[in-house]
T-cell receptor, first 115, second 115 residues
Framework: AQTVTQSQPEMSVQEAETVTLSCTYD???????LFWYKQPPSRQMILVIR??????QNATENRFSVNFQKAAKSFSLKISDSQLGDTAMYFC????????????FGQGTRLTINP | DTAVSQTPKYLVTQMGNDKSIKCEQN?????MYWYKQDSKKFLKIMFS???????INETVPNRFSPKSPDKAHLNLHINSLELGDSAVYFC??????????????FGEGSRLTVL
């Protein structure tokens, strides 16, 4: 069974700073996807960024980028130039691309951006 | 126009009662999901339907029964509610395929409180 672990329950940074959220996972699969989802205080989850395991290049989406270390089974999210609107719960998730899109989520990290 | 809508958003009820949560998506997706988020924010998949067919059925008490009358709707009925059922229940939808793997669109959640 796959597991996803986020070791930082809470983080807090000042606006405009860079912050990195950690995620590790455990799997025996070689082909899979990793994700970061954001859950703002309004509670609707949205996809932030996706990484395919067979791609060595780290995914980037504007101010959001990942550091994917397949051998170490590590998948961190870096948010550059943080903004107040980045305040949210961030969930790391894992999925095997077979049939149903079953996402396995980590415990989440509560990120607060302070003015 | 809300993409994935759930009703009700809040539900307070007594132990032993039966309640239902409804979900509708207008994205034309073929797959819908129910996730449960407990008080520690841990998200776990419960069920998934693809074109009205049950494809994911996690270890969930049989007091929980999903129903999908068509691919745009997925309802969750809970019998004999228990205190431990208190949680936020999220509905989600996706289009299974290679275009956007793992991109789920979530509703705003339904907070169930069992007294």
């Amino acid at each position: 069974a796959q597991t996803v672990t986020q070791s930082q329950p809470e983080m807090s940074v000042q606006e405009a700073e860079t912050v990195t959220l950690s995620c590790t996972y455990d799997t025996s699969e070689n082909n899979y996807y990793l994700f970061w989802y954001k859950q703002p205080p309004s509670r609707q989850m949205i996809l932030v960024i996706r990484q395919e395991a067979y791609k060595q290049q780290n995914a980037t989406e504007n101010r959001f980028s990942v550091n994917f270390q397949k051998a170490a089974k590590s998948f961190s999210l870096k948010i550059s130039d943080s903004q107040l609107g980045d305040t949210a719960m961030y969930f790391c998730a894992f999925m095997i691309p077979q049939g149903a899109q079953k996402l396995v989520f980590g415990q989440g990290t509560r990120l607060t951006i302070n003015p | 126009d809300t993409a994935v809508s759930q009703t009700p958003k809040y539900l307070v009820t007594q132990m032993g009662n039966d309640k239902s949560i409804k979900c509708e998506q207008n994205l034309g997706h073929d797959t819908m999901y129910w996730y449960k988020q407990d008080s520690k924010k841990f998200l776990k998949i419960m069920f998934s339907y693809n074109n009205k067919e049950l494809i994911i059925n996690e270890t969930v008490p049989n007091r929980f029964s999903p129903k999908s009358p068509d691919k745009a709707h997925l309802n969750l009925h809970i019998n004999s509610l228990e205190l431990g059922d208190s949680a936020v229940y999220f509905c989600a939808s996706s289009q299974v395929g290679l275009a956007n793997p793992g991109e789920l669109f979530f509703g705003e959640g339904s907070r169930l409180t069992v007294l």
